[in-house]
């Protein structure tokens, strides 16, 4: 809609008027816009601009000379989604720098800048930011409440600084639940609160980056790494050889966590720097509780209270119960009665903390005591024998029996039905070991390893002598096919 003085009434120019002031200012000088995009790179800017266009979701202002933010410096960006501030000047975030702006500011780079402390009034106006870069600062304290605000907060990357602290219980206090990248690396850590990262969801402690830091060789820290390295956390498996430990905090000392590992040989392997509130232990396996407080790290003793209000310390009590010296308590076989709290307590001169686990020892299911042998097993030996039977039937030769006698009324009558041929003949055919030598033809010979004997029904001749003949001898075919029924006889 383009207005055009007088030839437009006065109540269109009022519309058109309130149009241009929602829109903004038209694109500033030496910038590049198009769409919702709007470029400044590069142009020599030692501020924000004091007029955007209000239509701009992506605002990039990197590599120019801006110093500081100035209070509602971005207002009037209501649908500011990514703003690049990286490589700049910046040395300070005035409070209220991104109040009446985008609510729905997802992306802020300030990378490659001056920045020295982060306050907790630095990023309050932006609930929706998911990704906040901080890289390559001189960022030396981070107030416990500078994140605080940020509870959308996915990624967080705050690599290459100064920093000798972070508050780590503020990111599990804070509700910062979709956080899964905060990286730390290439600072001046020389401590870890291995109570506070333990702490930490499981996400966040597979995005946690810690190498190339001034971290003191610690047994703590080197089971913390060592706990990451096994379950495959990228943190650790892409850094292996950055993740290193200065040796009593002696600069040009340092030693690798993995490829120094006999330095650490004679730190408490089993010891881990994470401890479940509850546990739960089958009655009779052995159970390993970890001392894991603020006070870890930094020559504290310690000793427990168990359930039954025992004191417990290094190196136990008696046989069943063993305790080292980091603090973890050892239980051989605990049982049914020895569940309930176990109360850790560190001390370190007047300061002391304490850890609460609660032990469930679960009771060992009945089938244990009165089934010794499991199904795997018992089809396993009803497999076994079964080869053996099969085994036994193939080559063992069973007994042979005495040849049954041959009755004497039976030559007479194979010598009747020779002569009187059709049904005789096919009755001795049947009752014969090998086939007559009429049955073979000109060409073909007597297979003297091939016995069969075909047992098929005698068909009663017209004549009925066959008949007669067949009733009379019943008894005596019978007793002849029990003999040849184990013996099989093969016709060519």
């Not at 932006?126 to 870069?133: G, R, S």
């Not at 599990?172 to 001046?188: A, K, P, V, Y």
């Not at 040989?265 to 159970?287: W, Y």
Request: charge should be positive; proline fraction near 8%.
């Amino acid at each position: 809609l383009t207005c055009m003085q007088g030839e437009w009434p006065v109540v269109v120019l009022m519309v058109c008027v309130r149009l241009s002031a929602v829109r903004g200012a038209a694109c500033p000088p030496r910038c590049l816009c198009t769409a919702d995009i709007l470029s400044c790179p590069a142009v020599d800017l030692d501020r924000v601009p004091a007029a955007l266009p209000a239509y701009a979701a992506t605002l990039d202002l990197n590599h120019n000379r801006i110093q500081q933010l100035e209070p509602g410096a971005f207002q009037g960006l209501l649908q500011l989604e990514v703003l690049r501030l990286a490589h700049n000047q910046l040395s300070a975030i005035r409070p209220g720098a991104f109040r009446n702006s985008s609510g729905r500011l997802r992306h802020l780079d300030l990378s490659s800048n001056q920045l020295l402390v982060l306050k907790q009034s630095d990023f309050q106006e932006l609930p929706a930011l998911e990704e906040l870069l901080l890289f390559n600062n001189r960022i030396k304290h981070v107030e416990s409440t500078a994140l605080s605000g940020l509870t959308g907060l996915r990624k967080a990357y705050l690599s290459h600084n100064r920093l000798t602290n972070f508050p780590f219980f503020s990111i599990r206090t804070d509700g910062h639940r979709q956080l899964t990248l905060l990286d730390l690396s290439s600072n001046r850590l020389p401590k870890l609160p291995l109570a506070d990262i333990s702490g930490l969801p499981p996400a966040l402690q597979e995005g946690l980056y810690l190498h190339n830091n001034s971290l003191v060789c610690d047994c703590a820290m080197f089971s913390l790494f060592r706990l990451w390295d096994q379950k495959g956390f990228a943190s650790v498996r892409f850094f292996r050889q950055e993740h290193v430990c200065l040796v009593a905090g002696v600069q040009r000392s340092g030693i690798s966590f993995f490829l120094h590992q006999r330095y650490f040989e004679p730190c408490n392997m089993t010891a881990t720097p994470q401890q479940e509130a509850s546990v739960s232990v089958k009655a009779g396996a052995p159970l390993l509780l970890h001392c894991v407080t603020s006070l870890s790290g930094r020559g504290a003793v310690f000793f427990w209270l168990t359930p039954q209000l025992e004191y417990v310390a290094p190196p136990g009590n008696n046989g069943s119960i063993r305790m080292f010296a980091n603090g973890s308590l050892a239980m051989a076989a605990p049982q049914e009665q020895d569940s309930g709290i176990y109360v850790c307590v560190a001390q370190v001169r007047r300061l002391n903390d304490s850890r609460e686990v609660n032990v469930t020892v679960l009771p060992r299911p009945a089938t244990d005591a009165t089934e010794p042998f499991n199904t795997g097993f018992t089809t396993l030996l009803g497999c076994v024998v079964s080869l053996l039977l099969v085994l036994v039937y193939l080559y063992l030769t069973p007994c042979r029996c005495p040849p049954w006698p041959r009755p004497r009324p039976l030559a007479a009558t194979a010598q009747s039905q020779g002569k009187e041929g059709g049904a005789g003949s096919a009755q001795s055919s049947i009752l014969t070991p090998t086939p007559p030598a009429s049955t073979e033809g000109p060409g073909r010979k007597v297979s003297s390893n091939k016995h069969v004997v075909f047992l098929e029904p005698i068909r009663e001749q017209q004549n009925g002598r066959l008949g007669a003949e067949s009733q009379q001898r019943a008894g005596e075919t019978d007793s002849y096919m029990s003999v040849f029924s184990d013996t099989p006889i093969m016709l060519p």
